[in-house]
């Protein structure tokens, strides 16, 4: 096959351009220039975006020998992924702005213009597994699950996942490394990003403060009486313990947690670690990786973070809500974030968390 | 698959002999400033070269400064005759607006580091530059200029500029000219055109990389970048490369068939205009050096064209500067009245000694079908 990779200038997708190349197909290397001003260097723990990262991509893909280009995907970034991030943030929600850029860029934008360009598919150095099946191409997680990658991935439709190929989900990270200095690629020694990659300070309230002000309001107790202040609503996340500044105890001395962010009214709602506990959570904008879901009602799994628990559930769709009843209660859940259902270890589908209770 | 090299703007082959010369010469030991036998003997062979490269110039030995690149020669000129000129106080450096970076970026610097006021002389939609405009500036600011610098030929359209006409408006102000792209390819010389100082590269004539020049009058003093030995003129210092000036010289000197590069550059204008109706040549109506066509195909992106050209073994290019790897919109298209979106739509096409009809041909039996994947993949 013509495949596009997809490479960061990080050791993963510099060894999955290799493995495509191994496998037979006719592979070429892009940088997706992500950033109207980037850095020259690379600081702490971001993993891609510098000109010093679309370098060591360039210099892996002449080492694996392969064509290599830079797209600009700087306009659709930005409106796809860090507006999302922003607006999401002021309306009270935690977004996971890397599953957006999967759904909008690396599997929308650079599959399309890929696909239009005669190539049959993207690389990228996620891990996770794709199967052939009765159900067809479907999408499950990496063999190594410290480094499974799915939850992020978990926003392609069938058809993306048609284009998709992910050739380390059978090997471990440090078995990538491995390989990598095996080839000769000197990137192998790259550290992992862990930040979102659009800040490069990794403060991430001070990033959101900067861009959508910093209104003081207040912090509720669930009486609904005022007990202190916070700089800006969206800083907090559902489930917060520390940082809140708080200066009046609890009668019994017992922490106190974010229960409720009210962007509307800039307000943060606490309260007692129990009524965090939610059983029953909906998530809006569901997209299927395989076989839709319907009302009926099935047990699996339900992922509520990138590197999260997956936790036993019944799970359905109902009036265009993917909708998830858990087996035990859990604590602390954000709106915006991402359920990912999962049969097994294949991927059913996601949805945008909207309600919990 | 064949591979076709369409590139020779951004550097084209070495010559068969210059290679032979600069090779023969860099198994000689002698530094040219020693003064012993080994020494004599380089500084000969150096000294002979230089003559023979101002023949060919219309310049004085004296007058040819070797530098270690074009973009060397460009800045010991802008920055030099700016300084020169400094000391009676003139502060304004005028350019065009299609220079090549390595005038327009130690312009910005003198800008940003040395007080220097820049004044860019627009172009028309054919990319030469308005000469009224500079009449009407030497006219009112004459005595305030320190520098003019225009380009001989644009090296992402091949429009050759009225370099002559300048020099007449300019009067006693010092003008200097970037001929990287027409030495050899447009009849170059010095002392007719009248310029205080001239750049030409070795490489963009078949000559080696990582040797360049500065034709510099005789009279003209200017401070120097590079301090150290005085071996050029006592303004450029450094070890003479007596290898590349030997391999520069003999490629210089070597037959270059103007002709036959401008018939092939036409047989693939007519074929572009034939079988992509839609295409715009830039600057067609202007005179133009042989070997360059720039075309606009509307509808698509550059960056993805060179890479399905680059997939068919077709080495092309936008011709114009990248910044952090992405292809920014030609200033010099720009300038020319491009739209952002037209201006990075457009691919540059160079002609060299070594190519053939038959490469033309090959192009054109890929270049509708990459230009219309190209339109299918512009989704933005």
Redesign the interface.
Known sequence: MKLIAAMSGGVDSAVAAARAVDAGHEV?GV?L?LSAN?AKYRSGARGCCT?ED?HDA?RAADVIGI?F????M???FHDGVVEDFLSEYAAGRTPNPCLRCNEKIKFAAVL??AR???FDGVVTGHYARTQMSDLGKTLHRALDHLKDQSYVLSVLTVDQISGAIFPLGDTTKVDIRAEARARGLALAQKPDSHDICFVPSGDNAGWLRERLGSDVGPILDQNGVKIGEHKGAYTYTIGQRKGLGLTIPTPDGSPRFVLKIEPVTNTVVVGARKDLAITTMRGERAIWCGPSVDEKSRTGFVQIRAHGTALPCRYFFENNLLVAILEAPLLGLATGQAMVIYDGDRVVGSATICETQ | MTSIYLDHAATTPMVESALRAMTEQANALGNPSSLHSHGRSTRKSLEDARERLAKELGCLPSEVIFTASGTEANNIALKGLYWAAGESGKKVVVISSIEHHAILDPANWLASHEQAEIILLPVNPNGVIDLEFLSDLVATRGREIAVISIMHANNETGVIQPIGEVVRIAGQIPVHTDAVQSFKKTPLSFSHLGVTAMTISAHKIGGPLGIGALILKRTVEIPSLLHGGGQEREIRSGTMNAPGIIGFTTAALATYNVDEVRALRDRFISSIQEMIPEARINGLAASRLPGIVNVTFPGTQS??L???M??QNISCSTGSA?S????EASHVLLAMGHSQTTAQSSLRFSFGATSTAQECDLVMSVLPDVIA??R??N??
Request: proline fraction near 5%; glycine fraction near 8%; hydrophobic fraction near 40%.
């Open positions: 070429t940088h220039a980037p000109i679309s360039r064509p280009y830079i797209w600009d700087a306009e659709e399309d213009r239009a360009m005669g | 960056e993805t060179l890479l399905l680059d997939e990248c952090a790897g992405v292809h994947r190209g299918a993949a989704i933005r």
